[in-house]
């Protein structure tokens, strides 16, 4: 089965008509996108798009052999005419098989959001799974066997890959490309990485894709370190990297602070904008999390561990510091890393990046900044990925 994007981008295009944003201005090229439209064995057309006949000529391919043409989501653009000799557009009812005359079979999927997701099987073999921008299966059953290939709104609900991982419905082995892109995010090489970082990638409009044959799906780093500033980014960064993974378990280790209303409305801030499927617990108790079996772990953050593992040793005070609190703060930093290098989990953790500012006037404050830098160089050491986040711009450093 022969799959060919004859678009790739959201409903308005990429660059948006008129839209004087930085992401508009840099889609060129390859980077510019029509709106979504797939061509199936040159027989199924999902979704119709303005000018779909030039797209198909475009990408050599010709839209005489179209046997059926259907719709996903609702247009909010002006009216769409099919050109002379194509089906009347159409849409199949939610949990409906549809048998097309060239031997492909469709079944529709009920989604949370307006508009049908298709998934589509060739006369030979081949599943296929294609979902409208902005929609999500909804109440999806486990799928004995992974698709080949899922097409979705990756960048704008990484939740519904998410559920799809968790239903089986995506593997190991799944191609996930993402489609329906728009300026939400920066075209080009972050693009290209923000995509990787959730196991899917993009491709240029009028690339042709064959169901089921190999392609190499982004290698997603297990051990993750993101480092940044305050209000650099870093924590976002980190919770982006796995929201297309379900049932996450997000390890606060900064604690309660009930006397603290901007502590509170920091915590508060973080919660909102976590999925739904992630829970949540407070502890410092690190290693025993690294060392079982389970879900992935983000870890936020590294610097509040270690404020917790100097106040257990005494390492405030100088002369606690020389008595013993070096060595029970190199030891607990020793246990750590020994923990994320023999974890089987993936895991995503941040923390500060302090040594760059203003030397600390005190000198437990200057043990603090000290024993970050040499936490987080250990930490690092044993990740296969390391970023460096300034001003909302994610550097790799390790990749």
Known sequence: MELTLLGTGAP???????????????????DARAATALLVDGALLL???????????RAGRSLAGVRQVLLSH???????????????????????????????????????????????????????????????????????????????DVAGRP????????????????????????HDVPPGRELHRRLAAAGA????????????????VPDLPRRTLVLGGARSGKSVEAERRLESFPRVLY?????????????????????????????????????????????????DCLALW???????????????????????????VRELTAAVRATGRTVVAVSNEVGSGVVPATSSGRRFRDELGRLNAAFAAECEHV???????ALPLRN
């Open 74 to 152: 609702p247009n909010d653009g002006p009216p769409l005419e099919p050109p002379a000799g194509l089906p009347a557009p159409g849409r199949v009812p939610d949990g409906r098989e549809l048998s097309v005359i060239s031997g492909h079979r469709v079944r529709a999927m009920a989604l949370d959001a307006p508009g049908t997701g298709y998934e589509v099987q060739g006369p030979e073999g081949g599943r296929l799974l294609y979902l409208p921008p902005g929609g999500a299966p909804a109440g999806l059953m486990a799928v004995p066997v992974p698709y080949d290939i899922v097409l979705l």
């Open 306 to 332: 270690l404020t917790h593992v100097m106040d257990e040793a005494g390492a405030w005070d100088d002369a606690s510091w020389e008595g013993g609190g070096r060595k029970a703060v190199a030891e607990r």
């Open 201 to 216: 990638r993009a491709v240029p409009d009028g690339t042709t894709l064959t169901v089921g044959d190999y392609h190499a």
């Open 387 to 393: 970023l460096l986040v300034v001003a909302g711009q």
């Open 159 to 182: 939740d519904a890959l998410a559920r799809l991982r968790e239903a089986g419905a995506v593997g190991a082995t799944t191609d996930v490309i993402a489609v329906h892109l728009d």
């Open 12 to 30: 308005q295009g990429l660059p948006r008509p008129g839209c004087p944003c930085a992401a508009c201005a840099l889609a060129v090229g390859e």
């Open 251 to 299: 390890v606060a280790t900064g604690g309660t602070r009930d006397d603290d209303p901007d502590w509170a409305a920091r915590v508060a801030l973080h919660r909102e904008r976590r999925p739904a499927s992630w829970r949540t617990t407070e502890t410092c108790d690190l290693v025993p999390l690294l060392a079982a079996e389970g879900p992935p772990l983000l870890i």
């Open 47 to 57: 979704d119709l798009t303005p000018g779909p006949a030039f797209a198909a000529a």
